[in-house]
């Protein structure tokens, strides 16, 4: 008899320590750093393109500086330009930044006062989990009082479009009367094909695998579990 309460006893006391170590391996992120990242420095470098599963309206710009600006744009007037991205991930998501820039313009405003252009444009940026459902993320419409507005989502996502296996991003752009040729009027991804820095950036961290040690650990948990409950 005394055996068998031993025996029980060390059961007991060993199952919230084995439950603990098997928790490890599913909770918290990684030490590490992102498990997946993503990122250009111009649209036309080799790979911008590699995970844009959609383009309607648009198309790239490179402009008459030396060395150009470029970035994409509507390619006609009063219908809505769209690029689409999607990223897929092994496990769910638990943390994704975002870096994508915006320009929007008002030559209307600008040829008033002393600015050379024409037309009008708007963006804005929406994201989702399945690329049907969108959620609005940075809207930059047409500058009131201004020639231009330039604004940049770089921060983390809402916590709502997390705890998923896949992210996507959409662009939205409008023009109006904008010549769509060497320039248009709104923009994404604007910067000089010299430019050293990321003018797009996605880095996600996903809920990190359960180690073999914590798998073995919970299985075992489990069995004494089970051998408690049916002695």
Same mark, same amino acid.
């Given at each position: 008899?005394?055996?068998?309460?031993?025996?029980?006893?060390?059961?007991?006391?060993?199952?919230?320590?084995?439950?603990?170590?098997?928790?490890?391996?599913?909770?918290?992120?990684?030490?590490?750093?992102?498990?997946?990242?993503?990122?250009?420095?111009?649209?036309?470098?080799?790979?911008?393109?590699?995970?844009?599963?959609?383009?309607?309206?648009?198309?790239?710009?490179? /402009?008459?500086?030396?060395?150009?600006?470029?970035?994409?744009?509507?390619?006609?007037?009063?219908?809505?330009?769209?690029?689409?991205?999607?990223?897929?991930?092994?496990?769910?998501?638990?943390?994704?930044?975002?870096?994508?820039?915006?320009?929007?313009?008002?030559?209307?405003?600008?040829?008033?006062?002393?600015?050379?252009?024409?037309?009008?444009?708007?963006?804005?940026?929406?994201?989702?989990?399945?690329?049907?459902?969108?959620?609005?993320?940075?809207?930059?419409?047409?500058?009131?009082?201004?020639?231009?507005?330039?604004?940049?989502?770089?921060?983390?996502?809402?916590?709502?479009?997390?705890?998923?296996?896949?992210?996507?991003?959409?662009?939205?752009?409008?023009?109006?009367?904008?010549?769509?040729?060497?320039?248009?009027?709104?923009?994404?991804?604007?910067?000089?094909?010299?430019?050293?820095?990321?003018?797009? /950036?996605?880095?996600?961290? /996903?809920?990190? /695998?359960?180690?073999?040690?914590?798998?073995?650990?919970?299985?075992?948990?489990?069995?004494?579990?089970?051998?408690?409950?049916?002695?």
């Amino acid at each position: 008899m005394r055996i068998l309460d031993l025996k029980c006893r060390t059961t007991t006391r060993l199952i919230p320590l084995l439950v603990t170590v098997a928790c490890i391996g599913f909770t918290g992120t990684k030490a590490r750093g992102a498990d997946f990242s993503f990122g250009y420095n111009y649209v036309y470098a080799s790979g911008a393109d590699a995970y844009l599963v959609d383009q309607t309206n648009v198309r790239k710009y490179s /402009e008459w500086q030396s060395p150009p600006t470029t970035y994409w744009g509507p390619s006609a007037n009063d219908t809505t330009g769209t690029l689409s991205y999607a990223f897929n991930f092994q496990q769910p998501t638990t943390n994704i930044f975002l870096n994508v820039s915006l320009a929007s313009f008002n030559f209307v405003w600008g040829n008033a006062h002393g600015y050379f252009g024409s037309g009008t444009g708007s963006s804005s940026l929406w994201a989702s989990t399945d690329g049907s459902s969108w959620q609005l993320l940075l809207d930059n419409p047409m500058p009131v009082n201004g020639v231009d507005s330039y604004m940049t989502y770089n921060q983390n996502v809402p916590a709502s479009l997390l705890g998923n296996t896949s992210f996507w991003i959409q662009v939205r752009m409008v023009v109006d009367n904008a010549p769509n040729s060497s320039y248009t009027d709104a923009q994404f991804s604007r910067s000089s094909s010299a430019a050293t820095n990321n003018i797009f /950036e996605i880095d996600v961290s /996903e809920i990190p /695998e359960p180690s073999p040690v914590a798998l073995v650990a919970g299985a075992f948990g489990c069995l004494l579990l089970m051998h408690r409950r049916n002695p």
